[in-house]
């Protein structure tokens, strides 16, 4: 890999931290040290630090009274040490930087100690009766805010806050209030009483306690403080304040003086003072570990989501639906109806009740069966209509005709509706004719009930995948010329239930199917309600993902999740409810599955049961969750949990991509720099060699000159190939079906080319190292951000092309010192790898493994590109080729 | 049907004329196809101008003409409607639609007042008084629900011309009408619900019905000098025979036993499993017991002329149809009409009985004059779009119509959208030039949170076509205490009315669409939101004040004008100031 012609300074200083922490003056390194050493103590279990030196009210007696003193320097665990000390610190040290370390000491472990737990046991003890144990240096950390807060209103007594005046010394009043809702178990007495002892300090009342000057002087003079101690804050000091010119006459020399002397002792200093002299690690090595750790994290946590610890029980979020809560009454003599309507249209099909001879396409079943379907309809008394329709996709005509017929609720202004569909054909091809049968039993019977609070749409379709979206279409008024208007309409629609049953016997299991087109999903609230009726009141078994066997261990739990994902990704419709969903309406199918003894009837109370639900809805479906990956019927993954899994894998390349944006802008300047080992490293310089030149220039950074970034052909040429990616979407989507399968081959051939071609053109115009770095930059750039943003639409889709991208954050030109076998092996073994993982080799291999034909992929992703509105093939074509194009190109490069 | 309501209306118009305080009372029930059934009740109330003015009440309710005295209101028309009427199946709609409302509640008035203002005031009082009268959430027509119809609506009354009237109307599509309107609405009738027809007017029947409309109209009625305020009461009700048959103790409809079933057995297939069901041509048979769960309880006694000849009951179907009062009634019967009524006895409950017969003739079906249709079209939050469509049914006549439409300052039309289409019975789509439709437009956009859009369109459509009207319109974001609690479930639109200038009877007919659900964009209300806004805000405070404290260097006054001295800004000022001393200072010597 090649190293960068120069690198960027450090983004920030690490040693201003540092200085920070080795200014911090002697009493409050004491006390950190101090209550670092109790946290220590407290981690054994033989003595409870905690119990002997807590500020407990009943166990004070004389014999106790060091508790008094012990108890801010003790804490009950890591997070309250941390918190405190991270707040005590700067306050401390603000508080001895000002009244110098004797005073500090005489007041600490005095006073400010002692008289906040004085206070405290009064009240605790004697005025509310109760045991609380206190414990911990916040105690402290108010303190010093309420004598702050003092001062800070003597300044500036008023927070103006719109018409109100807040006075300033009530800020820790409110900080106590915030501390004690936010963190649990904090003691809020404790708290203020503290805040009381910090106001009478801030007032001046307790400056009694304060040691007189001379006597301070005196001190420090005799022991000779000042030189013995070092971060002493001596007297006179802290008369200039925090700011106040140090005196350097008293302080030992090698201590104060030279800061840099304690870097040998310390490993981590050293380290962060290796980082800044040499950021070669940092921005050349860090984003590439970074980049593989965060593919493997995102992969390693997908493969954690199904785990217990990691996906949550399924629930019913929207309590109006009331799953089977009703009794369903669709049985007895429904059934003989349901035969006879059977018989009639097994008549008109030609078909015998066993097995069907000879299933008529469904132009021919039209119209003898409509006009059978639309009187039946009307006898029953609702009101029918159709709607003719036709589609043309990649040379193939789909057209048909939809009936519909509409319950209007009795009392009803047909503001609401639900859908019940029943498509003559399955999404598997299959005659559904017991499945239309049953929605016609249905419809008859539910004509009767009164208590329907929203209309109900009977719609039957021909086939499973244009009928219901040219209906649903029409419905919104969005439909294309080629589909009719719909005569007849209702209000705003609920959600929808697609009936299959296309088995001749009985059933065993009822499987639920939920993906929408371009991966979108329905609410969990209608699925969670379709298995808790199946499943809790019907008896039958639920099932989803054709996964026919499921006993809930991780391997099926994962395979359940992945085929899930699969189609999330693939983004095609499922099913006949799959049209619905891009109109924010929630629907699933069930169809029946397996040889067992549940009837048409039972599915039929199912359907009921499910209607009942959605008729209690008071507001559209909205409470669960619409993102969602399912693993069991009982157990799913919510989109806080999964979306990281894509989020990193997209994140890689943004950080590689930021990376390489940094090292461009910065170029050596060998003219003006004159260290040695420095100016002259040059491009490609080994890991060890730079690190050797760091320890050696331990004063001076690579005089690094800011340089302009060439960005014209790098922006002119990723754009142009996003643009490019148009021409395949075009030609994939818009030839006839048969030339699907060379158009396919002739892209391979044509994406082994065209990178070959670009690295020529690239390199005949001598492109800089910087310019190839930014083509790179910006071309995973634009990946990351597509794929992040993908990612909350259709995890799944982000996923998958986010893993078959990940190859290209690590590949790049190989530089020129490479030794030209080694470097056309290298580059040409590059090049075949990544034709492996371009889109349509991926396309034939999936082909291949799945074994369907190219041409049946192409024509059906031509179709969702046509009717469903699908948008995979955009993702490909101008997301994913132009980004592998680049990839290809840029190892391409290295051969010319 | 109409002629029938015209005949109603004439008599009720001739037993004005006599100006005396008097109560009249009605019941006309009419078979609808495919079996339905069509009560409608009639209670009219007279008293006169005078003793009105000085409260005093005889058949005219006490509650309500006080109200109406204390909101200065000379004419009302208050509604609650549920369902839809359905015009294809039933005809058109009783009373010319005269008599109905949108869904929901819906009021007009004609107030008297000074002005504008004045009027909108007592409009207020009007509401909330009726609102606690009725049991309704009428209170909440407020300025954006009021809106004052140019042509749509006209008096009905006699006024003087001395009176500065102003009309208003509000409507609430989203009442729910029950009971507790239903019980009010009862009271203010002289028998209370306890005689006469109105005994049968039970909630549990009442709103079970496939549509049901209430309605109250007072109007001052005046011949020559003398005048009379009238109040008429309807209850329209459409009844689903069989639903409305089932007992009160069973009322869920179960798979009848196999045995009751009624098969088509000249199917190939029928056996005794298969049943293919055949179509009944049979009018069902009913009674008034069976229908409504109890008889009439005898006449009211208030009613004018004792109801011993009174007419009171009217049923309207073929001459042949059999139909069986109790025998103590009186039948009579209009010939070649298909009208005849029954007397109610004074001493028996009365009891009609239809039994089920299979007869050809029916009675000829009213075509309405106009369909109308109205709904939301598009998706999405930002965006939708309004279509209605308008069908002429007759072959040779065009119609003239106003459109009126209020609709909510949430929803924003784009008026210059506005477009017509015509389609012919052949299935032709024309786009029209909207002048070719509309005649007229009276149209007063909403201000946000203050009132609504008011669209009144004079429309004509021409013969035997459908003309489908389509405009944008954009939806508001809601401020987040706006949104009531059931937010997700969309916002209600109210109807559209439609009059229709009708040729013959000089009554204009009204035609109301259904309301419409408008869905916004609404916030994710559940806890986490709260949450999230909650602990930013206290977050935001909290690392606010105590980072303020942490950082914040205090000094005293002198010492930071010497500190700011030290800058660059603070020593260019300084420079400033000097300059500025300097030539002021050399001003004073010059003058």
């Known amino acids: 890999m090649a190293s960068p012609a120069a690198l960027p300074p450090l983004p920030f200083n690490p040693s201003r931290v540092r200085s920070y922490l080795l200014r911090l003056p002697l009493f409050t390194r004491l006390a950190v040290l101090v209550i670092i050493v109790f946290w220590l103590l407290e981690l054994q279990t033989v003595w409870s630090v905690v119990q002997w030196g807590s500020l407990i009210p009943d166990e004070m007696g004389l014999s106790s009274m060091y508790r008094l003193n012990t108890y801010p320097l003790i804490h009950t665990g890591f997070f309250h040490t941390f918190i405190n000390l991270l707040a005590v610190t700067p306050l401390l040290e603000r508080f001895e930087a000002e009244h110098g370390t004797l005073t500090a000491i005489a007041l600490f472990t005095g006073p400010l100690s002692t008289f906040p737990a004085g206070i405290y046991l009064l009240i605790e003890k004697f005025v509310l009766h109760s045991n609380t144990a206190v414990v911990g240096a916040s105690v402290w950390a108010f303190l010093l805010l309420g004598s702050e807060s003092i001062r800070t209103f003597k300044s500036n007594p008023y927070f103006i806050l719109g018409k109100y005046k807040i006075p300033t010394w009530t800020s820790p009043l409110f900080a106590c209030v915030l501390v004690w809702i936010l963190v649990a178990n904090t003691s809020f007495l404790g708290h203020l009483c503290s805040v009381l002892i910090g106001y009478l300090l801030g007032l001046g009342y307790l400056k009694v306690f304060v040691p007189p000057e001379k006597i301070l002087r005196w001190i420090e003079g005799k022991l000779n403080l000042l030189g013995r101690l070092p971060h002493y804050v001596s007297v006179d000091q802290k008369t200039y304040g925090r700011y106040g010119v140090l005196p350097t006459a008293g302080a030992p020399a090698g201590e104060r003086g030279t800061p840099m002397s304690f870097l040998g002792d310390d490993q981590m200093a050293a380290a962060i003072r290796k980082l800044r002299n040499n950021p070669h690690f940092l921005f050349v090595r860090l984003p590439y570990i970074l980049s593989l750790l965060f593919i493997i994290a995102g992969v390693v946590w997908l493969f954690l989501l199904p785990l217990d610890e990691y996906s949550r029980k399924n629930y019913i979020s929207e309590n109006a639906l009331l799953p089977g809560q009703v009794h369903a009454y669709f049985s007895g003599s429904e059934q003989h109806i349901f035969r006879g309507y059977k018989s009639e249209l097994e008549g008109l099909l030609g078909t015998d009740s066993g097995e069907e001879v000879q299933r008529p396409k469904s132009e021919e079943r039209t119209p003898v069966i409509s006009d059978k379907i639309q009187s039946i309809l009307k006898a029953t008394g609702l009101k029918v209509a159709t709607q003719n329709y036709e589609y043309t996709s990649s040379g193939i005509t789909h057209q048909g005709e939809n009936i519909y017929a509409i319950i209007q609720a009795p009392r009803g202004d047909a503001t609401e509706a639900i859908v019940l569909v029943a498509a003559w054909e399955t999404v598997d091809g299959e005659l559904n004719l017991n499945g239309v049968t049953l929605a016609l039993t249905l419809a008859r019977y539910f004509k009767r009930w009164s208590l329907w609070s929203k209309d109900i749409i009977f719609v039957f379709p021909p086939d499973s995948k244009s009928g219901t979206q040219a209906w649903i279409d029409a419905y919104h008024d969005m439909q294309r010329a080629s589909v009719q208007p719909l005569p007849l309409k209702s209000g705003a629609l609920q959600g929808g239930l697609v009936i299959e049953y296309p088995l001749n016997h009985r059933f065993q299991n009822i499987h639920i199917v939920y993906d929408g ?201 990723v754009i142009g190939l996003h643009l490019a990616g148009l021409i395949p979407l075009h030609i994939f989507n818009n030839t006839s079906h048969a030339n699907y399968t060379s158009a396919t081959y002739a892209s391979v051939v044509v994406n082994t080319l065209l990178p070959l071609l670009l690295a020529g ?136 | ?449 203050e009132r609504g859009t008011q669209l009144e369109l004079g429309l004509s459509v021409p013969p035997a076509s459908r003309v489908t009207l389509n405009y944008d319109f954009e939806k508001a974001i809601l401020r987040y205490t706006e949104y009531p609690p059931d937010a997700n479930r969309g916002f209600n639109v109210a109807p559209a009315v439609i009059k229709v200038a009708s040729p013959q009877a000089g009554r204009p007919i009204y035609l109301r669409t259904t309301s419409l659900l408008l869905p916004l964009p609404t916030p994710d209300f559940s806890m986490p939101y709260n949450v999230i806004i909650l602990t930013s805000t206290v977050i935001a405070l909290a690392f606010g004040s105590i980072f303020n404290l942490l950082v914040r260097r205090f000094v005293t006054a002198e010492e930071a004008s010497a500190l700011r001295a030290q800058t660059l800004k603070g020593r260019l000022a300084g420079r400033i100031v000097a300059l500025r001393d300097r030539i002021r200072g050399k001003g004073s010597k010059v003058e």
């Open chain 1, 517 to 717: 087109v371009n991966g979108q999903l329905p609410n969990l609230d209608l699925f969670n309600t379709a298995v808790s009726i199946a499943g809790g009141q019907m008896g039958i078994g639920t099932r989803l993902q054709e996964m026919w066997e499921h006993d809930g261990s991780y391997e099926k739990r994962l395979q359940t999740m992945l085929r899930g994902m699969v189609k999330q990704g693939f983004g095609y419709a499922t099913g006949a409810h799959s049209s619905f969903m891009p109109y924010h309406i929630d629907a699933i199918t069930l169809q029946t599955q397996g040889i067992g003894w549940q009837d048409e009837m039972a599915l039929g109370r199912t359907v009921e049961g499910l209607t009942r639900s959605l008729n209690n809805l008071l507001e559209h479906l909205h409470q669960s969750f619409f993102f969602y990956l399912l693993m069991q019927t009982h157990r799913f993954v919510s989109i806080g949990t999964y979306l990281p899994s894509a989020m990193l894998i997209a994140g890689n390349f943004t950080i590689m991509a930021i990376a390489l944006w940094l090292r461009t802008g910065y170029s050596t300047n060998p003219f003006s720099d004159t260290a040695p080992g420095q100016g002259e490293k040059p491009d490609g310089m080994s890991q060890t060699a730079s690190k050797d030149a760091g320890n050696i220039s331990t004063t001076q950074n690579p005089s690094n000159k800011v340089i302009e970034r060439q960005l014209a052909l790098p922006l002119t040429l």
């Open chain 1, 761 to 896: 053109v690239l390199s005949q115009y001598r492109t800089t190292i910087q310019q190839i770095h930014l083509i790179k930059s910006v071309s995973l750039l634009l990946l990351g951000l597509f794929l992040s943003a993908l990612a909350t639409l259709n995890f799944s889709l982000s996923f998958m092309i986010g893993l078959l991208c990940a190859p290209l954050s690590f590949v790049n030109r190989i530089t020129a010192d490479t030794t030209p076998i080694l470097r056309y092996a290298l580059s040409i073994a590059g090049l075949f790898f990544l034709n492996i993982l371009s889109p349509p080799v991926v396309l034939l291999a999936g082909c291949a493994y799945f074994g369907v034909s190219i041409e049946t992929v192409l024509t059906e992703a031509a179709f969702g590109w046509d009717v469903w509105g699908m948008w995979t093939q955009v993702i490909i074509w101008c997301v994913w080729w132009p980004a592998w194009i680049v990839g290809a190109a840029l190892v391409g490069v290295s051969l010319f």
């Open chain 2, 1 to 449: 049907m109409t002629t029938f309501f015209l005949l109603v209306l004439v008599f009720f118009s001739l037993s004005a004329g006599s100006l005396a305080s008097n109560y009249h009372e009605n019941l006309h029930l009419q078979p609808l196809p495919p079996s339905s059934l069509l009560a409608s009740f009639n209670f009219k109330s007279n008293t006169t101008r005078a003793s009105f003015d000085r409260q005093h009440f005889q058949y005219f309710p006490r509650a309500l003409g006080q109200i109406l005295q204390h909101a200065n209101t000379q004419e009302l028309h208050l509604r609650f409607t549920t369902g839809r009427w359905d015009s294809e199946s039933w005809g058109s709609r009783p009373w010319d639609g005269a008599k109905e409302g949108g869904t929901g509640v819906e009021l007009w008035a004609w107030i008297d007042a000074a002005d504008d203002e004045a009027a909108f005031s007592k409009w207020i009082t009007l509401t909330q008084s009726l609102s606690g009268l009725f049991c309704a959430s009428l209170n909440f027509i407020d300025s954006t629900k009021t809106t004052r119809p140019v042509t749509s609506f006209e008096p009905a009354g006699d006024h003087l011309p001395s009176e500065n009237l102003h009309l208003l109307h509000g409507a609430l599509p989203g009442e729910v009408v029950c009971t507790e309107n239903l019980t009010p609405f009862l009271k203010l009738l002289p028998c209370k619900g306890k005689a006469g027809v109105a005994s049968l007017l039970d909630g549990h029947k009442l709103f079970d019905a496939s549509w049901q409309s209430m309605s109250i109209d007072v109007r001052p009625v005046c011949a020559e000098s003398e005048c009379l305020m009238q109040i008429d009461q309807t209850v329209d009700i459409v009844l689903d025979i069989d639903r409305s048959k089932r007992q009160r103790d069973n009322p869920i409809p179960r798979p009848v036993s196999p045995d009751k079933l009624v098969c088509d057995t000249s199917k190939s297939y029928h056996a005794r499993d298969t049943c293919y069901p055949r179509e009944q041509k049979a009018e069902k048979g009913w009674s008034i017991t069976e229908l409504f769960g109890r008889s009439i309880s005898g006449p009211c006694p208030l009613v004018d002329g004792q109801g011993a000849n009174e007419e009171t009951v009217c049923l309207h179907v073929p001459q042949e149809r059999e139909a069986h009062p109790i025998p103590d009634s009186v039948e009579t019967k209009v010939t070649g009409d298909f009208t005849r009524c029954f007397t109610l006895p004074s001493s028996t409950p009365f009891d009609l009985t239809v039994p089920e017969q299979d007869i050809d003739t029916k009675v000829p079906l009213e075509e309405p004059v106009l369909h109308a249709e109205r709904s939301i079209v598009g998706h999405g939050q930002e965006r939708g779009g309004m279509r209605i469509i308008f069908d002429n049914p007759s072959p040779n006549k065009a119609v003239d119509f106003i459109y009126f439409e209020s609709l909510p300052w949430f929803l924003r039309p784009y008026i210059h959208t506005l477009q017509a289409t015509i389609t012919g019975r052949d299935g032709i789509r024309r786009q029209a030039p909207t002048s070719e439709i509309i005649k007229e437009t009276f149209y007063r956009p909403g201000i946000d949170r």
